[in-house]
């Protein structure tokens, strides 16, 4: 498991430089199965679907991942439905990527190993 899971996501109202695509390789290592996507305005973001039996299974690991969110302060966008829930990352502020997507994103893959 990553380190990352130690560290508490800090608040980001804007100014900090988003990792360029060397530092996003960087950590993609630290974290397992999260793709790295861009959208039509080149932001990137991590992007991750996982698989459930049910929606009821599907709907209670969206709600875990909401209170992960709220006790980090950083909120992923997803999306979720009958055994599945898709999940976005990225720092909004900066309009591209922060430790913080990193730190975020293994938190919800260790929430969803449990």
């Given at each position: 498991m990553s380190d990352?899971?130690?560290?508490?996501?800090?608040?980001?109202?804007g100014g900090a430089v988003p990792f360029d695509i060397n530092e996003i390789h960087k950590y993609q290592k630290k974290v397992d199965g999260w793709k790295i996507v861009q959208n039509e305005n080149k932001i990137f973001f991590l992007e991750k679907k996982f698989t459930f039996e049910n929606f009821l299974k599907s709907q209670n690991f969206v709600n875990k991942v909401g209170k992960i969110s709220e006790e980090e302060?950083?909120?992923?966008?997803?999306?979720f439905g009958w055994g599945y829930a898709k999940i976005n990352i990225t720092t909004h502020a900066?309009?591209?990527?922060s430790?913080?997507?990193?730190?975020?994103?293994?938190?919800?893959?260790?929430?969803a190993n449990v």
């Open positions: 990352l899971t130690k560290k508490k996501c800090v608040p980001c109202e302060g950083h909120h992923p966008d997803i999306l900066i309009e591209g990527l430790e913080n997507d990193f730190i975020l994103a293994a938190k919800i893959d260790k929430e």
